[in-house]
């Protein structure tokens, strides 16, 4: 089992930026190398939705259409850890955001997460 706590949430005005990270950790030296990572989020009365995913080296990621060109995923499997580089925040970015480890290592959908972090909130405001 892999535990995943994110960081870097807040509140920040539209066309503001915000840095979210997501460290992993697990039993036995348990790291998420060899998995894709992506990040999702839920607002208030919606659905949680696909944001991002990366793969487990890190050449090929994947957006939302509705995030593409503002925000960026990466990560450092060295640090055991995924990024989301949130620019030109908009207040329907507004929701906690959730780092995922998937079940396979080429990307994450829902259907393939494997461990979910807590959550973190971002709140935009116009």
């Known amino acids: 089992q892999v535990q995943l706590v994110e960081s870097g949430g807040g509140s920040v005005q539209a066309g503001g930026s915000l840095r979210l990270s997501c460290a992993a950790s697990g039993r036995y030296g348990r790291t998420v190398s060899n998995n894709a990572m992506g990040w999702f989020r839920q607002a208030p009365g919606k659905e949680r939705e696909f944001v991002a995913s990366?793969?487990?080296?890190?050449?090929?990621?994947q957006y939302n259409d509705l995030v593409k060109g503002r925000f960026t995923i990466s990560r450092d499997n060295g640090k055991n850890s995924v990024f989301l580089q949130m620019t030109n925040l908009e207040p329907e970015d507004t929701a906690v955001y959730y780092c995922?480890?998937?079940?396979?290592?080429?990307?994450?959908?829902?259907?393939?997460?494997?461990?979910w972090g807590q959550g973190t909130q971002v709140t935009v405001s116009s």
């Open positions: 995922a480890v998937g079940r396979q290592s080429h990307a994450v959908v829902m259907t393939t997460v494997q461990s």
């Open positions: 990366i793969n487990w080296k890190g050449g090929n990621t």
